[in-house]
């Protein structure tokens, strides 16, 4: 279509407010106020406007190639993926899955409209093919191991550098009167290759934000968990409200044992004098006490309890290796030491030092 028809003439100025538009969308600083949900409004409604009157006038068609597309009207590319990144800025959690598959629609439509005009590379044309699958892991899929995806991003990532440094510069050269139609197209076809990697970016953030709202409660079961955890606590109160006075005695170690005794015989009747405090009264009075134990009796005193009980063993050490002074007045056990005595030396003349060794004799 030729440059001086008078119809892309409103179109023209259409794109031109959607880019205003859009370019003030980044001066919001809180994404959830109303003038920000507006402006997100507006600038689709703008777009989607230029959309319509594109395809109104047929300025792309099947039938011809990329070097019949009037310069002017290769920006006119960018309606779908312009208009796929501002559904995405709509965050109403009640309609965020129709949104979803909107924008993933929109952005098909651009990546199919550069498909149709050769502008696709092998990799791009691929994961296009693969995106008609609704899928959080379709794009890692296309390498074979791990190794392969990391550097097929890296690789991505290291274009997308260099054509956002190639449009920085485009940019700057397009602001000279002396620009010609050349410069012109190279910066909008490497606007269109960058859009065509980005929209690409954002199919795969949308099909993992599918998959994570497909797990997520609905609104309707996240009600019902609401309604239940509010009938138990309920629930919870009533039973604290009808529990009924006790004027038994807190049977808490506190009021059990003093000093090592018990203030309570096992029929319950005191064993010794005691007073009642409320818990709160104990808990207080603990504040600033000591974080242990304190000792209930002397060492001496659990030594002496221990002996009574039984639970030490008299005896050993030293003493139990000395012999006894023997009782002279005691003739019969006299007489069984001598004997004693006899026998060992009987037995150390039959058997001389050194007569069972036999290993080492010649």
């Known amino acids: 279509m030729s440059e001086s028809e008078e119809r892309p003439t409103s179109l023209k100025a259409l794109w031109e407010k959607a880019g205003r538009q859009q370019k003030q969308l980044a001066s919001f600083t809180d ?7 507006l402006a997100v409004a507006e600038a689709l409604d703008t777009i989607s406007t230029c959309k319509k009157l594109i395809n109104d006038l047929s300025l792309f068609s099947t039938n011809e190639i990329l070097e019949d597309v009037a310069t002017s009207e290769l920006r006119y590319f960018l309606a779908d993926a312009q208009r796929g990144d501002l559904l995405l800025k709509q965050h109403d959690r009640a309609t965020r899955l129709s949104i979803l598959h909107a924008a993933r629609d929109a952005y098909r439509s651009f990546l199919s409209l550069c498909d149709s005009y050769a502008l696709l590379g092998s990799y791009e044309k691929r994961a296009y093919q ?16 791990a190794a392969a995806r990391r550097n097929s991003k890296i690789e991505r990532y290291k274009q ?19 620009i010609d139609d050349e410069q012109v197209r190279s910066l909008y076809l490497s606007q269109i290759q960058l859009a065509v990697m980005q929209s690409l970016q954002q199919i795969e953030g949308i099909y993992l934000e599918i998959d994570i709202l497909g797990k997520a409660p609905s609104e ?61 009264e104990i808990i207080k009075g603990g504040v600033f006490g000591p974080g242990h134990r304190l000792p209930t009796m002397t060492i001496d005193e659990y030594l002496e309890a221990e002996r009574e009980r039984g639970g030490i063993i008299e005896g050993g050490g030293e003493q139990s ?13 006299a007489d069984q030491e001598t004997y004693k005595a006899r026998q060992w030396d009987e037995f150390t003349e039959a058997n001389p030092k050194g007569s069972g060794n036999t290993l080492n004799r010649g």
């Open 160 to 178: 997308e550098k260099e054509l956002k440094a190639k449009l920085e510069h485009l940019s700057q050269i397009t602001d000279s009167p002396n």
């Open 220 to 280: 309707e079961q996240l009600l019902e968990q609401r309604r239940k955890q509010q009938e138990e606590d309920e629930r919870s109160r009533r039973r604290k409200a009808d529990d009924k006075y006790s004027d038994r005695v807190d049977p808490s170690e506190v009021l059990r044992r003093a000093n090592g005794r018990r203030l309570l015989s096992s029929d319950g009747k005191p064993l010794q004098p005691f007073t009642l405090l409320p818990n709160r």
């Open 31 to 37: 994404y959830n106020s109303t003038p920000y949900k």
């Open 321 to 333: 290796g000395m012999q006894p002074e023997p009782d002279e007045d005691n003739l019969e056990l």
């Open 130 to 145: 693969l995106s008609d699958k609704i899928s959080p892991t379709i794009f890692s899929d296309m390498h074979s191991d």
